[in-house]
């Protein structure tokens, strides 16, 4: 069990619909972020959450909306997907917002857009 | 730019049979090199992390070791259960990390 929590595991989506991926950790770190990650490819780093204010923004699409309620939380929006957003997301948070520390990852949403 | 390159891309041993996966990176000040295991279709699953040259860190059948260039994650008498695949990401300065592209390890009984 990981103790950063995500959730759905899975969403089958057209690129209509609107839906929101959902992130949780309770470890009290205060750095959150949103990967996406392809079949056999590392994780890509998408959005970067320090102390609830967004610091790194890695050129992604508009129709990707991230929002960080509170520091134990993270969602990311979605609007209008395009076939090829089709990926896992991951969650992953860290103590600090720095790059010395352990990232640690939850399980992802599998996204599947149709 | 920072750069991190695993190799191999892949690697079969057999159960009992001891090696090493190699991360090579370039980074202009390294903040810390981390190490972590993936299982498909789960997140990766965090090892160690290492913050300057000669440091080592064990767990289990795990040894993970750094020089100014490079870090090895050595892997003795694998069981066919540390098929996975590893995964190396340096912190450079850049507030973010840098993956490498995974060795994909596959332990036979």
């Known amino acids: 069990d990981t103790e950063v929590t995500q959730t759905p595991k899975h969403l089958v989506m057209g690129m209509t619909n609107k839906k929101s991926l959902k992130c949780e950790q309770h470890?009290?770190?205060?750095?959150m972020y949103w990967y996406k990650q392809k079949a056999k490819k590392p994780p890509e780093l998408m959005f970067v959450?320090?102390?609830?204010?967004?610091?790194i923004n890695e050129s992604v699409p508009s129709r990707f909306s991230p929002e960080c309620p509170n520091s134990s939380l993270l969602n990311l929006h979605l609007h209008a997907l395009q076939p090829e957003d089709s990926a896992l997301y991951l969650c992953a948070s860290s103590r600090g917002g720095g790059d010395n520390q352990p990232q640690h990852f939850g399980d992802g949403t599998r996204l599947s857009i149709l | 730019e920072d750069q991190v390159t695993q190799s191999p891309e892949a690697l079969r041993l057999q159960e009992g049979e001891s090696s090493s996966l190699n991360c090579s990176y370039t980074v202009s000040g390294l903040r810390g090199l981390f190490w972590y295991r993936q299982d498909p279709g789960k997140g990766p699953e965090f090892l160690f992390t290492l913050y300057s040259a000669g440091e080592e860190k064990e767990k289990e059948r795990l040894k993970a070791t750094l020089t100014k260039k490079e870090s090895f994650l050595h892997i003795t008498a694998p069981k066919p259960e540390d098929s996975a695949t590893y995964l190396c990401?340096?912190?450079?300065?850049?507030?973010?990390?840098?993956f490498g592209q995974g060795t994909r390890l596959t332990i036979n009984p």
């Open positions: 990401a340096v912190g450079g300065g850049a507030q973010k990390l840098v």
């Open positions: 470890m009290g770190h205060r750095a």
């Open positions: 959450y320090s102390y609830e204010k967004l610091s």
